[in-house]
Nanobody, 131 residues
Framework: QVQLVESGGGSVQAGGSLRLSCVGS??????????MAWFRQAPGKEREGVAA????????YYGDSVKGRFTISQENAEKTLYLQMNNLQPEDTAMYYC??????????????????????WGQGTQVTVSS
């Protein structure tokens, strides 16, 4: 059973930066075939796929609203996923969730959160950006 634990959320002013972390455990042989992603959900809005990465090859995906500002990365040895968020804006305020699909690469969707189902989720970490 894969477990994901996020950290790093907080409150910042517009233009500031935060780095979210997500530590994974419970993987077996499937880690290298995994897709991992960051989603966010603001009150009253639908959940949005922010960024995703193929663990075995590094292919990345970014949502249009964060391209050029957010960077997803991962550290294999520690099974840790990161989201570096720069130039944060009030519209980035949301609960951010880490998610994984341990066999996601085989689905042929390039880990795209809009096309691939993610079946393991963390508890979320809140990001609040004030103007």
């Amino acid at each position: 059973q894969v477990q994901l634990v996020e950290s790093g959320g907080g409150s910042v002013q517009a233009g500031g930066s935060l780095r979210l972390s997500c530590v994974g455990s419970g993987y077996t042989y499937t880690y290298s075939s995994s897709c991992m992603a960051w989603f966010r959900q603001a009150p009253g809005k639908e959940r949005e796929g922010v960024a995703a990465i193929y663990i075995g090859g590094g292919t990345t995906y970014y949502g249009d609203s964060v391209k050029g500002r957010f960077t997803i990365s991962q550290e294999n040895a520690e099974k840790t996923l990161y989201l570096q968020m720069n130039n944060l804006q009030p519209e980035d305020t949301a609960m951010y969730y880490c998610a994984a699909n341990p066999r996601g690469w085989f689905a042929g969707a390039n880990c795209d959160p809009g096309r691939l189902a993610y079946n393991y989720w963390g508890q979320g970490t809140q990001v609040t950006v004030s103007s």
